[in-house]
């Protein structure tokens, strides 16, 4: 079973859906995943799902609508639930150092998207474009992280190891800079070579210093 086909088990009711339909929704998960939506069509899904082009019409009025069929249910069920839970793994312990607190959050992070990469690659691309799944990944992913980011980021400041801003500022530049090292290693260069472990220190370090020279 392929990892779409078992997100496919997972995340819908199959007993609603037709073996056409089954089909289509895999292969349109592998298509937007590995063209991005804008560059898929829908006759290329319907070709991947052994189908009429016509039969995706028939089950989704548009390709956006057949996007979201997928989108909404992997993030409602899927992703907000994992994201979220996983990452209290990491909230729950108490870390010595900011700098060991960011390093087990980026492994964790790392981890989950290695895990749910195809997904992950189409929410990436597809959020910034698609108001509806942005509002929701907003409301389900966002807020529940950016709250407990700050309570822990609130204990850092009254231990004196982190500098007097407002929370939500260093939340925002904090998740901006480890999303934007995941995001560069594995889904705009992954077959670059990295060094991995270099690279997670080196994301530490410039949240911690910035690029400021010391005297």
Request: net charge negative.
């Amino acid at each position: 079973m392929t990892e779409e086909e078992l997100m496919l088990q997972q995340l819908f009711d199959e007993d609603k859906l037709t073996d056409k339909q089954k089909k289509i929704i895999v292969a349109a998960i592998e298509t937007f995943s590995e063209k991005g939506y804008a560059a898929s069509s829908t006759s290329e899904i319907a070709k991947k799902a052994g189908v009429a082009e016509g039969t995706i019409f028939r089950h989704y009025k548009t390709k956006k609508e057949l996007l979201v069929s997928i989108v909404a249910p992997l993030m409602t069920k899927f992703i907000a639930p994992l994201v979220v839970k996983d990452f209290n793994k990491v909230l729950d312990r108490e870390f010595e150092t900011v700098e060991e607190f960011l390093r087990a959050t980026i492994e964790n992070r790392r981890d989950l998207l290695i895990r749910m990469l195809p997904v992950v690659k189409i929410m990436f691309q597809e959020i910034p474009f698609q108001p509806e799944l942005r509002e929701q990944f907003l409301e389900l992913v966002v807020k529940n992280i950016f709250n407990s980011v700050e309570k822990v980021i609130e204990g850092y400041q009254e231990k004196g190891l982190l500098i007097d801003m407002p929370p939500e500022s260093i939340a925002r530049l904090t998740i901006t800079n480890i999303l934007g090292f995941l995001f560069t290693r594995y889904i705009l260069f992954p077959h670059l070579e990295w060094d991995d472990e270099l690279e997670i220190e080196r994301t530490i370090q410039f949240i911690m210093h910035g690029l400021g020279k010391k005297e």
